[in-house]
């Protein structure tokens, strides 16, 4: 989720949120609902528009191009059906470069970002027979423009994968002698329900293998500078975070880590989006990842068949939408073994990340947990689109990502430190 600041938030919004009309709520129905119903197209004539907040050098988008490519291959959707919008900011430009996707006579139009979405949900007022999917965005539901989708995966699944893949190194260098304090490093990139989703994952992950452990996080207020995130982790490392996680989208970390490792330091890294043994081949022991051509396969086929797109979508290990990357040489002996027994009990929903009996907020276990799903400007403090509030913690856990595809745990849990 590419958050922009919370002024972008309040001077684009409160302008497309006029143009919204009457909102309305599906409060009714959780992630992968339907809502309203848009004008069908002859399947020959659909075509897709692709708005990128980088390009296949960076490695969030790169996984966002691939996921497209793979469906649109499986699907013989020819090139000439694509057309492409790379490195777009989340500014007018973005507003600019879905006008030129409508004039080219694009029927569904994708961003990956979230500072994006401002801009999908004024053009789609504008523009009520395109479908506006929104990547890791959170207003479909609320905003009352059934030609509005957003989409993201469950990562906070391989987050926790991930997180056991962690902790399994963390035991062995205990049992080994080699460190006295089990303690994980995180770069995070901003303080946003998705990254405290994600490392809370992260740590719980490793939490069940090493009780004890503790973990720091470092906000970098930043999706991408590898400078940022490089200092970040030497500074965790210096704090003597053993293992450093992220949610950034550079190989910075893992260079870093790397660096420190070849100098003969007990570290080791666990990356994000790609696999990053090229660059720390001794220090990687794996990445948390997203298969995003499942995503693209889904919607792309809904919109060839004439049928509608989720209003919100997630998916995770049970329909391949996640994984983690290639286990690294310096992974824990049975690593393997146990990481298939992991996704297995995700799978079978034997298992659920944000297990209440599994961590405390203030020493204390979490018995409720409201979610509002209203879109508040947090500039000004005022709600901009009314949404319904939701219980999430049933059955024993927090169900992240059910009543909204983006993430919204966002309690600080014991045992993480998050400087923020």
């Not at 995700?346 to 209203?374: M, R």
Request: net charge negative.
């Amino acid at each position: 989720m590419k958050k922009i600041i919370a002024l972008l938030l309040s001077a684009v919004l409160l302008f497309s949120f006029a143009s919204c009309g009457t909102t309305t709520d599906n409060g009714e129905t959780k992630a992968n609902g339907e809502t309203g119903e848009i004008e069908k197209v002859d399947a020959g004539n659909i075509k897709f528009g692709v708005i990128l907040i980088g390009d296949e050098n960076e490695g969030y988008t790169y996984a966002h191009i691939k996921g497209i490519k793979d469906a649109a291959a499986k699907l013989g959707v020819e090139e000439s059906k694509i057309v492409w919008k790379y490195t777009v900011g989340e500014n007018e430009k973005c507003y600019e470069a879905i006008c030129d996707l409508v004039a080219e006579e694009c029927n569904v139009i994708f961003s990956n970002s979230y500072g994006h979405q401002s801009f999908m949900v004024q053009a789609a007022s504008e523009f009520p027979e395109v479908t506006f999917c929104a990547g890791t965005g959170d207003t479909a539901a609320v905003c009352g423009l059934p030609n509005v989708k957003n989409y993201f995966t469950a990562v906070y699944e391989s987050r926790y994968v991930s997180g056991v893949v962690a902790g399994l190194k963390l035991k062995e260098l205990m049992d080994e002698g080699k460190i006295t304090e089990p303690k994980l490093g995180y770069v995070g990139a901003y303080p946003y329900a998705e990254v405290k989703s994600g490392f809370t994952a992260f740590y719980l992950g490793a939490k069940s293998i090493v009780p004890e452990v503790t973990m720091e996080v470092e906000y970098t207020n930043s999706w991408f500078n590898m400078i940022a995130e490089a200092e970040t982790a030497n500074t965790l490392m210096s704090r003597g975070c053993v293992i450093i996680g992220q949610h950034a989208d550079s190989t910075g970390a893992p260079s870093a880590v790397q660096a420190e490792h070849e100098k003969g330091k007990e570290v080791y890294s666990v990356g994000y989006n790609i696999d990053m043994l090229s660059v720390a081949p001794d220090a990687a022991l794996t990445s948390a990842t997203n298969n995003w051509s499942v995503y693209y396969e889904y919607a792309m086929s809904a919109a060839l068949s004439g049928e509608e797109i989720s209003t919100d979508w997630c998916r995770g290990y049970a329909e391949d939408a996640v994984a983690i990357t290639t286990l690294g040489k310096a992974c824990a002996e049975g690593t393997e073994e146990k990481v298939a027994e992991v996704i297995e009990a995700l799978k079978a929903g034997t298992l659920h990340v944000f297990n209440t009996e599994t961590f405390t907020v203030g020493g204390e276990k979490l018995s409720t947990s409201t979610f509002d799903s209203s879109i508040i400007d947090f500039a000004t403090g005022a709600v901009v689109y009314e949404g319904k509030q939701y219980e999430a913690i049933d059955g024993g856990y927090f169900h992240e990502s059910e009543f909204r595809s983006a993430p919204y745990f966002s309690a600080v849990i014991d045992g993480i430190t998050a400087n923020e």
